[in-house]
């Protein structure tokens, strides 16, 4: 059985940081492509970015030069660093990890709990 578990969510100020960590289980880690979604209030979900089993980053422009994502197959985790937080952060962050290497949808993925993120003053 498929479980993703989100953790590190919480109240953060503007400008600072924090980082969320998500720990697979139930099925093969490291030859799997992990991403990170959120959804604010009254808005869609969208992209945060992804990371290959190879490696390789992809951020959506909005985080660019902001966030990190990294992961640790021996962990069977993956990371998402957050910096220079603003107020438009604020949302609910999911963890996904795509079911094939190049297709990345909703309906082919599998999906944590999520952890809520709230950027304040």
């Known amino acids: 059985q498929v479980q993703l578990v989100e953790s590190g969510g919480g109240l953060v100020q503007v400008g600072g940081s924090l980082r969320l960590s998500c720990v697979a289980s139930g099925r093969t880690f490291s030859g799997s492509t992990m991403a990170w979604f959120r959804q604010a209030p009254g808005k869609e979900r969208e992209s945060v970015g992804r990371i290959s089993s190879a490696g390789i980053t992809t951020y959506a422009d909005s985080v660019k030069g902001r966030f990190t994502i990294s992961r640790d197959n021996a962990k069977r985790t993956v990371y998402l660093q957050m910096n220079s937080l603003k107020p438009e952060d604020t949302a609910v962050y999911y963890c996904?990890?795509?079911?094939?290497?190049?297709?990345?949808?909703?309906?082919?993925?599998?999906w944590g709990q999520g952890t809520q993120v709230t950027v304040s003053s």
């Open positions: 996904a990890r795509f079911w094939y290497d190049t297709v990345y949808t909703a309906s082919a993925a599998d």
